[in-house]
């Protein structure tokens, strides 16, 4: 099974610029930016079958992805 990449500057290939600027200069993004992609890294071990956790863990995980996801487009459409 293929597991799609989640990455930021995947999920937002035409702002990949402005996603390095606000990395490196905001503070509030930055954290947010490594949160998202430490919870990233979380649900693709257990998609790849590297970790073993329940279903609804996983969903819950995907759910706080989605809502750092959106947090972060918000900010950078506020940016640009």
Do not use: C, T, W
């Not at 402005?18 to 979380?42: A, G, M, T, V």
Request: charged share 30%; hydrophobic share 40%; aromatic share 8%.
């Amino acid at each position: 099974m293929i597991i799609p990449d989640h990455s930021l500057v995947n999920e937002f290939p035409a702002h990949v610029e402005l996603i390095q600027e606000l990395n490196l200069s905001d503070d509030q993004f930055h954290k947010l930016y490594n949160d998202y992609h430490e919870l990233d890294r979380q649900v693709r071990r257990i998609e790849e079958g590297l970790e073993a956790a329940a279903d609804e863990y996983l969903e819950g995980l995907k759910m706080q992805r989605l809502q750092l996801k959106d947090e972060l487009y918000q900010r950078i459409q506020k940016a640009a």
